[in-house]
């Protein structure tokens, strides 16, 4: 068994991270019309999926870290359905949408586990 010494140990956290730059790379593709609706609303999901891992980690109680892994997991289900709106739009190829659809599938799996863990 692995030795945990931060949330950057963490494997949903690595995952979570890997999303974030992917999603980041989408928003930063998105229409100019995007900008200020789609594109900052998936950038500010993409970040709550690590940074709520993170500040979940840093609390004293199993209860605080798991009200912070539900609020990652609710960003996972949002981002679900920003990318379904790219997808619709036409700003995402259905490949693109697939992988992080999936990506996004696994990280949530990750979270689940670890809540639990506690």
């Given at each position: 068994?692995r ?24 928003a ?15 950038r500010?999901?993409a ?8 500040e ?8 605080e870290n798991?009200?912070f ?20 739009q036409?700003y995402l ?12 599938s ?13």
């Open positions: 068994m030795t945990i010494r931060s949330f950057e140990d963490l494997d949903v956290w690595k995952v979570g991270r890997e999303l974030r730059k992917e999603l980041y790379s989408v930063d593709r998105l229409p100019e019309k995007e900008s200020y609706n789609l594109a900052a609303q998936i500010s999901a970040i709550s999926l690590t940074a709520n891992i993170a979940g980690y840093g609390r004293f109680h199993f209860k798991i009200r892994c539900r609020m990652s997991r609710g960003s996972a289900y949002e981002l679900l359905d920003h990318l379904t709106t790219c997808k619709d036409g190829k259905e490949k693109d949408y697939q992988d992080l659809y999936a990506g996004l696994r990280f949530s799996q990750l979270l689940n586990g670890y809540k639990w863990l506690y």
